[in-house]
């Protein structure tokens, strides 16, 4: 269904004042009065045309006279796919939680408050997310001054500057209000930190768990150790001086973060990109998918103690890493993609490289599969343990592998299709329990597995059907796109990488905000911990594949 | 005692020409025949625990196609000698609110249980500290004291991590005590003794001698104890006491230094023991094939001096393959989970050893020894003992042939790697 159509709808149920078209953005949206914006996000999920069950994202702007949240919305059941905004005051922003709607609104309504201070009414936990609960102030607004000091640590490199003291509001910390609860039912169980410094966390992050002796009561995530606040300083970056900060985002899938910003910018400023740069930017994606999956089923595999597997697929990563160094001439955090085009061209003897590497390791996917996927005692570890449900995935906001290992068939590489994914062949791997049932952890490691064979699948015919050609569209010298915004996504190897950008017609984005796809499966490690054990946690944790830097962005 | 004694006798005897049963000194003598014999075992625990742990990084490396330790000495076999070093000079933390006494004491508790074992373990024909007849069952009792060192180190360490580990390996050792205890209880009752020598020297030197073969239900239950006393061991798939990727290290966790380094001596150390036990068991101990016990007895001078020496060889020989076994299995198999771990010992193994006790026990009976039901049996399993040793050893050979292929293929060079030239 179409925006308009679905805005003929809503001011048919609601009233014609409730809903303002907006067609003259990228996105059509559709502006709802604050009041109504519950009502309405119930009905666009409830309604039998509409089924919007997924909100893909959901973002705060600052207009200087007023303040914005917007949803991006998808439904897996119609395909179809919606921007809702609403608008309230600057004096007292507040509007409806929709966390009711959609559960993973929860951490995106938090991130929202912790970084605008925008007040979501009926929230069951509006705390701080990313920053410390002593915070003064809202980061991400346009007025927000950097303090020069936070207990002690300077904030700021200036010598001399004057010094504007914290002070501590009375607001808890996360640690303080869950172990100072003495409510009835956690009275008696152990509280103990996972983390930040801990082998099975992948990074630093923090698992708040209550445990009664290995059984979970439940753990709740604490995050924001890695927030280095890479919206805020796109806001202060030109266009392309944005793109290195992207391979920040998760530097397992570095490829990703360039290519989600190459191709938000380039559809805000209308820059064509020449075939050969899109092969390109294939070839070196899909390589990169396959480096992060490696990464992803290796560690599943140490969490649970079996260190050789994963030590087996650094040793093939090492190969993606040296290819990758002559693709761009960097291992790890790429800055490969331009907008209309890539920074280097893959050469021939490269290519030769990439096809000889592929024919060495696509038996090696046996030989992991034989010392590990086939394992008794794998399979026990993994089957049965944390199954999401094809309904929680989406309502939680799950993308990329771990949807799919839930059963819903959904990749935006075939179902929204970008770059040249649309002339290539390949499978779409969903999950089926492989040995247990749909949606638990074996799922979702042995997608990854399966994936990986999809992208040496799509590796080898991007190589062999890449044209000749240019590798860089025309593009100006300062880029200064027309004041529109725009949401784009590409399916990174932990799923949907959203970037939403807003341009103010000046050489930097007004907004940018990256919506991943680590970050939804952190929230939902609260929702599935109680009854886990401790162990179980762990395998749980690695088969959802986050990468911490991904989570605090 | 009596062995070291009589030696101790005819040292007397040999060096001041006395009357040793007269003699007002002859107390002194047997004393530090003891400490001798000590600390002959310390050397021979160090000299084992210390390469092997380089062995198992080499192994490690091998199996996980990279290099390993290979800088401290020839190929890297002083990297004992320098990792010992360095925790000797490492500062020795005891953390704030940590039960200190029990802290420092729970080491301590850990080695002796596991050094004590080196008592009754014959290391070749009289190679052996002391013959006890209740060997077997003083090897169960005093292997607990490392359950009470583990609980100690997990509780004063004021770390919920490191109780986590604590109980958890009380839990596990505890429990696999019992399928570990039954299995051995089958070979005392084919051979009626508990003394570790005696036990040898019921079985024989060629395969079909030995007891693992000796018939289908003493070849079940050397596989049962082997799968226990690698659980007793902490080792891969069943180290959950120290599970680095749930625990961080479990009950070790707050130790450094000499402390830590303690841990995993006796961890180590106990790798030795439960193969040597496994060999002496069910794999003929020390049994030279074709060379009757009489006759090593019987040797004097060079020729027993010889006969010794090679009876170490083979008890060293057979115990160190199952300790390369070991290594293996750590660096394959993941880790169970708690409650796996738990059914497989109470659902699985303590009524299979149960089962195979009763099955030893009624073969004793209507199948006596030396009869041709009986000859049968043993070489029945004896071939099957074999095809199974060929289909690992062809296995190993098929994984190398993948790996030589696939070096050719990628760098055009031909893969061969030497034994004296590891890379």
Sequence with gaps: MQPVEIHEKIQNTFGADVAVFKPELIDPAI???????????????????????????????????????????????????????????????????????????????????????????????????????????????????????????????EEGAPVTRHEVEGHPTVQQAMHEKKCPETMGFMRLNMGPHHPATHGVLNLLLETDGEILKRAVPDVGYLHRGIEKLAEDNAYIGTMPYTDRIDYLGAMFGNHAWALAVEKLA?????????????????????????IGTGTVSMDLGAFTPFVHWLRERETINDIMEFICGSRLT???????????????????????????????????????????????????????????????????????????????????????????????????????????SFDRFYCRVLEIRESVRLVRQACEAMPAGDIQGKVKKVLKPEANEVYARVESARGEMGMYVISDGSDKPYRMKTRTGSYTAMAVMEHLSPGLLIADLVAVFGSLDIVAPEVDR | ?????????????????????????????????????????MGFVAAFAGPVTWVERRVAGRIQSRVGPN???????LQWLADGMKCYLKEDLIPEGADSILFRMAPYFVFAGMFGTYAVLPFGAHLVATELNVGLLYLLAITSLVVVGLLMAGWSSNSKWALFGGVRSAAQLISYEIPSAFSLMAVILVTGTMSMQGIVLAQGGWPWEWFIFKNPFLFA?????????????????????????????????????????????????????????????FLGGWQIPGVSPEYIANATGWTWVGLQALTFVIIAAKASTLVFLVIQLRWTLPRLRIDQLMITCWKYLVPLSFAMLVGVLLLMVFVPDGSILDWIMRILMTLVGAAIALTYLKRIRYTYMVDRDNYKKMSGKELWFPPYRLP
């Excluded at chain 1, 590990?372 to 449900?389: T, Y």
């Excluded at chain 1, 990329?400 to 299709?417: H, K, M, Y």
């Excluded at chain 2, 800088?71 to 890297?76: E, F, K, N, T």
């Design chain 2, 71 to 77: 800088r401290v000495g020839p190929q890297g076999i």
């Design chain 1, 270 to 294: 209308g820059i064509e990109t020449p075939p050969r740069a899109e092969y390109c930017r294939i070839i070196a994606s899909e390589l990169n998918r396959i480096a992060s999956h490696l």
């Design chain 1, 31 to 157: 502006e709802i009065q604050p009041e109504k914006i519950l009502e309405v996000c119930r009905f666009l999920r409830d309604d039998g045309d509409l089924k919007f069950d997924f909100l893909r994202s959901l973002s705060g702007v600052d207009l200087n006279d007023a303040f914005e949240v917007v949803y991006h919305l998808y439904s897996y059941a119609k395909r179809h796919y919606l921007v809702v905004k609403t608008r309230m005051n600057r004096e007292e922003p507040s509007v409806d939680s929709v966390a009711g709607v959609w559960p993973t609104a929860n951490w995106h309504e938090r991130e929202t408050y912790d970084l605008f201070g925008i007040d979501f009414k009926g929230h069951p936990k509006l705390t701080r997310l990313f920053m410390p609960e002593d915070w003064v102030g809202y980061p991400m607004r346009k007025d927000y001054v950097n303090p020069t000091e936070y207990h002690g640590i300077p904030c700021t490199r």
């Design chain 1, 334 to 440: 790429y800055n490969y993609m331009r907008f209309g085009g890539v920074a280097r061209d893959i050469e021939q003897s490269t290519v030769d490289m990439i096809l000889r590497w592929l024919d060495h390791f696509e038996p090696m996917i046996d030989e992991f599969n034989r010392l590990i996927s086939g394992n008794e005692i794998f399979i026990k570890r993994l089957a049965h343990v944390g199954v999401i449900s094809p309904e929680e995935a989406a309502a939680h906001g799950l993308v990329g592998p771990n949807l799919r290992a839930s059963g819903v068939n959904f990749d935006i590489r075939r179902d929204e299709p970008y770059s040249i994914y649309p002339d290539l062949k390949f499978d779409v791997i969903v999950g089926e329990g492989f040995e247990g049932e749909v949606g638990d």
């Design chain 2, 221 to 281: 239950t050397f596989f049962l104890y082997f799968t226990a006393a690698i659980a007793e061991g902490n080792r891969t798939p069943f180290d959950l006491p120290e599970a680095e990727s749930e625990l961080v290290a479990g009950y070790n966790i707050e130790y450094s230094g000499m402390r830590f380094l303690f841990f995993f001596f006796a961890e180590w150390a106990n790798l030795w023991i439960m193969s040597a036990i496994a060999t002496v068991c």
């Design chain 2, 1 to 41: 005692m009596n062995a070291l004694a009589n030696l101790a006798d005819q040292f007397i005897q040999w060096a001041f020409a006395v009357n040793p049963a007269v003699w007002p000194y002859t107390w002194i003598v047997q004393f530090l025949f003891i400490l001798a014999a000590g600390a002959a075992a």
